[in-house]
């Protein structure tokens, strides 16, 4: 029940394109959903998060989109640069958990 | 505003050999997260602190074990280090009402 897949492992994308990485999660009482950036040899930096009273998020070229009923969440990268060229994490989390449950990641490459 | 920092950048130890690792969080965060990111595994959650107690632990042996002291600040121990401790450890930090964590650039160990 705390497991969180993400899907898919790898993604190529051109330049202006728009990235789109999915990630399910199991448990309902989850409520907190980020998206975290990591480039070689970094620690993941914070991108983006949703909350479930919203169904979409959006900031600059970044959105997540939440779907409650079906447990899934995505993020769309729009106009894809290959400064996004980078390995990204689904999480999920809640009140009263101790900690994120991170999905296995995507490596993303933005080809220019 | 400083960013969650991590010392040493680079460890190379030797199989049965102990570590320290440190962290000084965000000021203002009374939480510390551990996390190992192994080769291809993701992010795997090692152990939580806030306010100085140890609050949960991931699935990992007794060898890994911490601290935090009054400062926030923490520190990881990993005794008789295998060859699969090898990995980037991660530490970020937080306030856990607010679910948001901010993580360190990591410290890569490798054990030969």
């Known amino acids: 029940q705390q497991q969180v897949k993400q899907s898919p492992q790898s993604l190529i994308v051109q330049k202006g394109g728009i990235s789109i990485i999915n990630c399910a999660y199991e448990?309902?009482?989850?409520?907190?959903f980020p998206w975290y950036q990591q480039f070689p040899g970094k620690g993941p930096a914070l991108l983006i998060a949703i909350r479930p009273d919203v169904s979409e998020k959006k900031e600059g070229r970044f959105t997540i989109s939440f779907n409650k009923s079906a447990k899934q969440f995505s993020l769309h990268i729009m106009d894809s640069q290959p400064g996004d060229s980078a390995t990204y994490f689904c999480a999920a989390g809640g009140y009263g958990y101790s900690t994120l449950t991170f999905g296995k990641g995507t490596m993303l490459l933005v080809s220019p | 505003e400083a960013g969650v920092t991590q010392s040493p950048t680079h460890l190379i130890k030797t199989r049965g050999q102990q570590v320290t690792l440190r962290c000084s969080p965000i000021s203002g965060h009374t939480s510390v997260y551990w996390y190992q990111q192994a080769l291809g595994l993701g992010l795997q959650f090692l152990l939580w602190y806030d306010e100085g107690e140890e609050r949960n632990r991931g699935n990992f042996p007794p060898r890994f074990s911490g601290r935090q002291f009054p400062n926030y600040s923490s520190e990881l121990n990993v005794n008789a280090l295998e060859l699969e401790d090898s990995a980037l450890y991660l530490c970020a930090s937080g306030q856990p009402e607010r679910m948001e964590q901010y993580f360190g650039p990591g410290t890569r160990l490798t054990v030969t």
């Open positions: 448990n309902t009482a989850f409520d907190y």
